[in-house]
């Protein structure tokens, strides 16, 4: 019998007991689990080209996948992505809610950072473990940044350091107890737009929907898992930098007509649209205005089993 055919019965068994076990309230895990688990794709399609025996082929596909998802539940750090055990739920980060009649606990929290002058541009240090991501349009002149969470996904922490005309600010996540029957988390961030902004974000299976048209946006880098990716960049700043390391996502970005844009990608199982393009040679493209105009767009994407779409507007 082929590996194929003895690999897909067994995958479809297992994915049958786990909606068992979920339904009946044994084990838990949100179905994010399985996109965080995406890479599993490229090892097991790597493991069928070896040139072994079928049984082997079955033997590493089955270690592969039970080895992944001890990874994700012994060193995810938000406990979000974890299998957790009805019986030894005390051992993880999660708190057990067998009563009908309880309601979640929905915390909120409110931060910011004070608007100093002599500050010109500011690094955003972001770990959005999962949960909606906004920007809000108007905050209050005297301050810099505010950051708005609601939800039931944890408190942040929230650092700064000044260095000469820079700031850095790094907004965190802390470890705490996740509740199991509604996992949710709001964040609304507000930014000014007097410094130009660089933003490294982490983020897992998160909707990240930022505005960015008014903002001076130097530097975007942007790490992330199964997530959904809505980024709009505007004309304040004449060169911005943006870097994308994504698996599972869905990418939408849209940048103004009047910039000249490059676009180096690498993509693997990946649906791509890039409007307004021209193509220079393989993984490489660029704007027809590319080098006369006097703003610049710099995008470096490699993604792997997502949707990349770019438009000019």
């Known amino acids: 019998m082929s590996y194929r055919k003895i690999f897909w019965g067994v995958m479809l068994v297992l994915i049958g007991s786990l909606f068992i076990l979920k339904n009946t309230g044994i084990i838990y895990f949100d179905w994010l689990t399985i996109w965080r688990l995406w890479p599993l794709i490229l090892i097991l399609w790597g493991i069928s080209l070896i040139p072994v025996k079928d049984y082997m082929k079955l033997v590493f596909s089955i270690a592969a996948i039970g080895f992944s998802i001890l990874l994700v539940n012994r060193y995810d750090k938000t406990g979000y992505y974890s299998f957790g055990w009805k019986d030894s739920d005390r051992k993880h ?6 009563s009908e009649t309880n309601t979640e ?5 409110e931060m910011f950072q004070a608007f100093d002058s002599a500050i010109t541009r500011v690094e955003l240090k972001l770990e959005a473990a999962a949960g909606d991501f906004r920007i809000e349009e108007e905050i209050p002149v005297a301050k810099i940044l505010t950051f708005m969470k609601e939800g039931s996904v944890g408190n942040y922490s929230m650092t700064s350091r000044d260095d000469s005309s820079k700031r850095f600010i790094e907004l965190r996540i802390n470890e705490s107890n996740i509740r199991m029957k509604n996992l949710g988390n709001r964040v609304r961030l507000g930014l000014n737009d007097y410094p130009t ?3 490294d974000l982490d983020i897992g299976a998160a909707n990240l929907d930022f505005d960015l048209s008014k903002y001076k946006v130097g530097k975007l880098k942007i790490d992330g898992g199964a997530s959904s990716m809505k980024i709009k960049l505007g004309e304040a700043i004449e060169l911005t930098e943006i870097e994308i390391d994504a698996g599972a996502a ?14 180096k990608t690498e993509t693997a199982l990946t649906s791509k649209s890039f409007k307004g393009f021209d193509k220079v040679s393989n993984g490489l493209y660029r704007t027809p205005n590319f080098e006369t105009s006097t703003q610049k767009i710099y995008l470096d994407i490699d993604a792997a089993v997502s949707s990349l779409n770019i438009e000019r507007y």
Request: aromatic share 14%.
């Open 93 to 98: 980060r999660f708190e057990w809610n067998d």
């Open 105 to 109: 606990e929905v915390s909120k929290q």
């Open 197 to 199: 902004w660089d933003f």
């Open 250 to 263: 869905s990418i939408d970005l849209r940048i103004p007509q009047g910039a000249g844009a490059e676009l």
